[in-house]
């Protein structure tokens, strides 16, 4: 499951982004809060990625700039009548904080500004809500009395890789497989889009 992507934007559209990453390009439905806040082509972009499958259209990636908006996306698809779309739409009117606030006040218009969210569901939403937190606080107050985390390392090129693999829909285990057969024969300093254009040959024959 990819949990967030790092790369360039090479599109944006109306209701989705296109970013490359390491030569591959992943398709990420975003609201247009989280798609005005992406910069322009070219910028390099971080997405926190929600994957959803379905039969039909295979999977789905949902993207936020803001982790706490991913959390709250999450949590708004809890709730009965609560589609990813209607999700993205309350988070293009309240960002957590103010969804939130709402929640705890019993403001059933703020929510029902959202397209598409009418009355009756916006209240279903600001009852299920109140008293749930969102966003940060939980976070905050576990770490309270510990050192910040330092910055996770950059992955690896064959770990850009594999997870590039995944993101089209390869398992992992034979992701990680191709990949590795690639870095052997290309060698250690191979980038990880040269080796997922080798893996990707390898899939195909």
């Not at 809060?33 to 929600?50: F, K, M, P, Q, Y």
């Not at 576990?142 to 390392?153: C, L, S, T």
């Not at 590795?180 to 899939?203: F, H, N, P, S, Y």
Request: aromatic residues 4%; contains cysteine; charged residues 20%.
């Amino acid at each position: 499951m990819i949990g967030r992507l790092w790369g360039v934007v090479a599109e944006i559209g109306e209701e989705e982004a296109l970013i490359d990453v390491a030569g591959v390009g992943y398709v990420v439905r975003c609201g247009s809060r989280t798609l005005s806040r992406l910069g322009a082509v070219g910028d390099n972009a971080t997405l926190h990625i929600e994957s959803q499958w379905g039969e039909q259209t295979g999977a789905t990636l949902y993207g936020f700039v803001d982790r706490n908006e991913r959390r709250a996306f999450v949590m708004l698809k809890t709730i009965q009548g609560v589609g990813p779309k209607a999700a993205l739409a309350v988070l293009d009117v309240l960002a957590p904080q103010d969804l939130s606030a709402a929640a705890q006040r019993g403001d059933q218009a703020a929510v029902a500004r959202a397209q598409g969210v009418g009355p009756k569901l916006a209240l279903r939403i600001v009852t299920e809500l109140k008293d749930k937190p969102i966003g940060d606080g939980p976070v905050q107050a576990f770490h309270a009395g510990v050192a910040a985390a330092p910055e996770p390392a950059r992955p690896t090129a064959t770990g850009e890789a594999v997870a590039a693999l995944m993101g089209l829909g390869v398992a992992e285990p034979a992701a990680r497989r191709v990949v590795e057969q690639a870095a052997l024969r290309l060698g250690e300093d191979a980038e990880a889009g040269v080796l997922i254009k080798a893996a990707l040959q390898e899939l195909g024959r």
